[in-house]
């Protein structure tokens, strides 16, 4: 993997399962310890104390990173599956329509390599309220949604543990998912190949960031089984990687690309709106 850089704006951040996961691997977050002074003639009094203050985010990504270590895969030479997971590169946003309302969850979807060159699909799954650089509101809210959202809901929350849906094996739900990050919000009888912006529900995307993730589900397609450059126009879809982001970190400025500005509703979409770059 490349080199992280040392600074960058973060465009996710679960403070809720950074800290769980912080305590599973036993790094401790927000303590530390304090000295003060307390001057009583005619003697000094030097006390240390716990301090309370919050560490920042790049500090507590670095102490996570380096407990994990071997555990967070990178190159995913490793075989699946994988507790964590990280990575750089191009980061698609979007949000996810499930059982609540459009704007609640958001998903991300990575197109990743293995050692052996394969390809490996990472699509995660959210809050917006964690998202930075995008607002609810801001995707057009039309189009295709799945069926399978439910099922991608129940997965989230046993984490992997429960499937009681209709895709009853590992497989066919990580092809669900995959199904829901390159088709949701599409429109029948439209080409949104290679133009995610005309696509209801995509949010943008950073094209250059770091991003670390806890895994729920991480699963090897059978080529036997599975064609899907003629459905999804993903010839060379090998592995799928399900779970929940911790943090996405833009690694350079003017990286955050946003589909939707200045125009709402369909009218966005008639007009063919093509990205707009932000900082």
């Known amino acids: 993997m490349a080199r992280r850089a040392a600074a960058g704006r973060y465009r996710y951040w679960s403070g809720r399962r950074v800290r769980a996961v912080a305590e599973e691997v036993g790094v401790a977050l ?9 001057l009583s003639l005619p003697m000094t009094q030097l006390q240390l104390g716990e301090g309370t203050g ?26 699946a599956p994988v507790g964590y997971a990280q990575g750089i590169g191009h980061v698609e946003f979007a949000e996810f329509v499930g059982s609540y309302a459009a704007n609640e969850a958001v998903l ?35 189009g295709w949604v799945s069926s399978a959202a439910p099922a991608i809901e129940e997965l989230l929350r046993s984490r992997g543990a429960e499937n009681t849906s209709q895709w009853d094996d590992d497989e066919s ?38 991003w670390c993730a806890e895994v729920y589900a991480d699963v090897v397609l059978d080529d036997d089984r599975w064609d899907l450059e003629g459905e999804l126009g993903l010839a060379d ?37 093509r990205p707009a770059s932000a900082l």
């Open 108 to 142: 991300c979807h990575v197109r990743a390599r293995c050692g052996e060159g394969r390809s490996v699909d990472v699509v995660l799954f959210g809050s917006m309220e964690n998202v930075e650089g995008f607002r609810s509101g801001d995707a057009i809210d039309g």
């Open 173 to 210: 739900l990580a092809v669900e998912a995959l199904k829901i990050a390159v088709q949701q919000g599409k429109l029948f009888g439209q080409d949104h190949e290679g133009r995610p912006w005309t696509r209801g529900y995509t949010l943008g995307n950073d094209r250059q960031a770091h």
């Open 54 to 79: 919050a560490q920042n985010r790049l500090i507590t990504e670095e102490r996570i990173i380096k407990k994990l270590g071997p555990l967070a895969a990178t190159a995913f030479d490793r075989p």
């Open 30 to 38: 927000d303590r530390g310890w304090r000295w003060s002074f307390t």
């Open 237 to 273: 879809a090998h592995r799928i990687v399900i779970g929940a982001p911790l943090w996405i970190r833009a690694l350079q400025r003017d990286t955050l690309v946003r589909y939707q500005q200045g125009a709402t509703g369909r009218f966005r979409r008639l007009l063919g709106r």
